[in-house]
């Protein structure tokens, strides 16, 4: 089991940053790729960003590169989301999860997920 506890979410002015970070506990942390998806309301979840568990590759969704980061930092059990130029469309919850398989942007393959952090930008 790995429990992942979200935080750092809040309201932004658009154009603002936020970094998110995702707390694991339980089983080893660096086993895992950790990801970050998010679900706006009436929306399907969207992936956002992953990071594989040992190289730290990373892979990013077309409408979020250039302004967020992902990276983790393994003896904290940490992934964090770095967020810049925030836009209003970027408003969502957003949910870290964490995957056994390797760097995947697919939500079926990750096995655990965090309860989510609300990210609310205004215009």
């Known amino acids: 089991q790995v429990q992942l506890v979200e935080s750092g979410g809040g309201l932004v002015q658009a154009g603002g940053s936020l970094r998110l970070s995702c707390a694991a506990s339980?089983?080893?942390?660096?086993?895992?790729?950790m990801g970050w998806f998010r679900q706006a309301p009436g929306k399907e979840r969207e992936f956002i960003a992953a990071?594989?568990?040992?190289?730290?590759?990373?892979v990013y969704a077309d409408s979020v590169k250039g302004r967020l980061t992902i990276s983790r930092d393994n003896a904290k059990n940490t992934v964090y989301l770095q967020m810049n130029s925030l836009k209003p469309e970027d408003t969502a919850v957003y949910y870290c999860?964490?995957?056994?398989?390797?760097?995947?942007?697919?939500?079926?393959?990750?096995?655990?997920w965090g309860q989510g952090t609300q990210v609310t930008v205004s215009s």
């Open positions: 999860a964490a995957s056994s398989s390797s760097l995947t942007i697919r939500w079926t393959r990750y096995e655990y």
């Open positions: 339980g089983r080893t942390f660096s086993s895992y790729a």
């Open positions: 990071i594989s568990w040992g190289s730290g590759n990373t």
